[in-house]
């Protein structure tokens, strides 16, 4: 089964400057992709960003961009310039083939301090 | 486009008593799933639908129904709440409906369910 890991149950991060969350899955399958979802205080989930494992560069959203490390296995989020509306829980996801599910880690909660 | 709404947001149950939760989605998205979200354990899937007429189980299925007669609505039903039932739920959609892992998930708002 899919697993997905994030390390970091909390994160601080000086408003302006960049922070890297981290995300380690664990699959068999070649094909599958990468989702990182943010959830601020209010509760809704937002998505922000997806990798798919054959996607040769690693993507990137404004100021999100995804780590990809394939023989790794690890997908980390990394936020540019902070900013305080930034503080939230960040969750990683993953998905494999058809019809499957979306697997969520656990979740890391990132504050940013001005 | 409303994208995908969720009703009630907020519930207080009985231990017993059974309810439904409401979810529909206007962006004709073939995939639709419930995901309950517990502290420190992230999102589970209980069920999941890849069309009308198509539903299975997910990570937690015991103690929940689902149906899904129309591609906007994929309502869950608790037969008998249980206190561990107590969490907060989320409906979530896809599109195209491959089910490839390149569906972006979108997400309710969430219903908060607390079982006494």
């Known amino acids: 089964a899919q697993k997905i890991t994030q390390t970091q149950p909390g994160m601080f991060v000086q408003e302006k400057e960049a922070v890297t969350l981290d995300c380690t899955y664990d699959?068999?399958?070649?094909?599958?992709?990468l989702f990182w979802y943010k959830q601020p205080s209010s509760g809704e989930m937002i998505f922000l960003i997806y990798?798919?494992?054959?996607?040769?560069q690693n993507a990137t959203e404004g100021r999100y961009s995804l780590n990809f490390q394939k023989a790794r296995k690890s997908a980390n989020l990394v936020i540019s310039a902070s900013q305080l509306g930034d503080s939230a829980m960040y969750f990683c996801?993953?998905?494999?083939?058809?019809?499957?599910?979306?697997?969520f880690g656990a979740g890391t909660r990132l504050t940013v301090k001005p | 486009n409303a994208g995908v709404t969720q009703t009630p947001k907020f519930q207080v149950l009985k231990t017993g008593q059974s309810m439904t939760l409401q979810c529909a989605q206007d962006?004709?998205?073939?995939?639709m799933s419930w995901y309950r979200q517990d502290p420190g354990m992230g999102l589970r899937l209980i069920h999941y639908?890849?069309?009308?007429?198509?539903?299975d189980q997910g990570e937690v299925p015991n103690g929940y129904n689902v149906s899904r007669s129309t591609t906007e609505d994929f309502p869950l039903r608790l037969l008998s709440a249980a206190p561990s039932q107590t969490s907060v739920y989320f409906c979530?959609?896809?599109?195209?409906?491959?089910?490839?892992?390149?569906?972006?998930?979108?997400f309710g708002p969430g219903t908060r369910l607390t079982v006494l």
């Open positions: 979530a959609s896809s599109y195209p409906g491959s089910g490839s892992h390149t569906d972006t998930q979108y």
């Open positions: 699959t068999s399958d070649q094909s599958y992709g």
């Open positions: 990798q798919g494992s054959y996607d040769e």
């Open positions: 996801a993953m998905r494999e083939g058809p019809l499957d599910d979306m697997r």
């Open positions: 962006m004709n998205h073939e995939y």
């Open positions: 639908s890849v069309g009308a007429g198509i539903t």
